[in-house]
Nanobody, 126 residues
Framework: QVQVVESGGGLVQTGGSLRIACAASGRTSRNAAMGWFRQAPGKDREFIAAFRWSGRNTAYGDSVEGRFTISGDTATNTVYLQMNNLKPEDTAVYYC???????????????????WGQGTQVTVSS
């Protein structure tokens, strides 16, 4: 079993920055990947970014490429999502998920992840 806990959400103005974190505990391993997804009211869940521990590979969704950066801290099994130049359309609940054995081409697929956190709210005011 894996526990996934997000933190760091909040309210920020347009153009501002925010960093959210996701800590995983329990059955973690080097073949794990951790992904960020978001969901706004009335919209589908959207892939944001992913980090694969083996090879320290990263992947990003088109809407955040160049503005968001994902990184990982091996010592604490924590991934961070640094969000810069935030826009009102970035407002959503951000969910972190953990999966095992994901290949690079599957990092953006929510169905490939087995464990999910409760989410953290990010609100960008205009």
């Amino acid at each position: 079993q894996v526990q996934v806990v997000e933190s760091g959400g909040g309210l920020v103005q347009t153009g501002g920055s925010l960093r959210i974190a996701c800590a995983a505990s329990g059955r973690t391993s080097r073949n794990a990947a951790m992904g960020w997804f978001r969901q706004a009211p009335g919209k589908d869940r959207e892939f944001i970014a992913a980090f694969r521990w083996s090879g320290r590979n990263t992947a990003y969704g088109d809407s955040v490429e160049g503005r968001f950066t994902i990184s990982g801290d091996t010592a604490t099994n924590t991934v961070y999502l640094q969000m810069n130049n935030l826009k009102p359309e970035d407002t959503a609940v951000y969910y972190c998920a953990v999966g095992f054995g994901l290949i690079l081409s599957s990092l953006s697929l929510s169905g490939q992840y087995d464990y999910w956190g409760q989410g953290t709210q990010v609100t960008v005011s205009s």
